[in-house]
């Protein structure tokens, strides 16, 4: 399965190990940057990532800015784009199981590596419920 993975500066750290982890349990990473720790603005990363969620060309995805909502609420400006702001691994299941989320956002600035990746495991392994769930995802889209 490939995963797009987008940060800004403030989320450069842990997208890097993020990445690497994900390697190594055999995911393959779409990186759409951003490449360093230079302060860049977070719309020019979500968009591309959230753009190909919302036209089906990937499936899963993961952002990452210092607190998560900006790079959230871009996100989410797309068509068909759930992208849910977690920094609990309970709050990324729940968001797999009630909300179908298909994007991840994490605040790089306020998680531990070790948080970020159960997080991420935990969003990767979960699936959604459906049922009255689907009826209440199904009335997000404008
Ligand atoms: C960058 O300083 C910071 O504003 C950004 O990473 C993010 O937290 C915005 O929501």
């Given at each position: 399965m490939i995963i797009g993975?987008?940060?800004?500066?403030?989320?450069?750290?842990?997208?890097?190990?993020?990445k690497k982890e994900l390697f190594s349990m055999g995911?393959?990473?779409?990186?759409?940057?951003t490449h360093s720790e230079e302060?860049?603005?977070?719309?020019?990363?979500?968009?591309p990532l959230a753009s190909d969620i919302s036209d089906g060309?990937?499936?899963?995805?993961i952002l990452i800015c210092g607190t998560g909502n900006g790079i959230s609420m871009t996100a989410n400006k797309?068509?068909?784009?759930?992208?849910?702001?977690?920094?609990?691994?309970?709050i990324a299941r729940l968001a797999r199981q009630h909300n179908d989320a298909n994007v991840?956002?994490?605040p790089g600035r306020f998680i531990?590596?070790?948080?970020?990746?159960?997080?991420?495991k935990v969003f990767l392994d979960t699936d959604f419920e459906g049922?009255?769930?689907?009826?209440?995802?199904d009335k997000i889209n404008l």
């Open positions: 993975m987008a940060s800004d500066h403030a989320g450069f750290e842990l997208k890097e190990y993020i995911y393959d990473v779409k990186d759409y940057g302060s860049v603005d977070y719309p020019d990363y979500a968009h060309k990937l499936r899963i995805g797309h068509r068909n784009v759930r992208c849910a702001l977690c920094w609990e691994p309970e991840l956002a994490m531990s590596k070790e948080k970020a990746l159960e997080s991420v049922g009255r769930h689907q009826r209440r995802v």
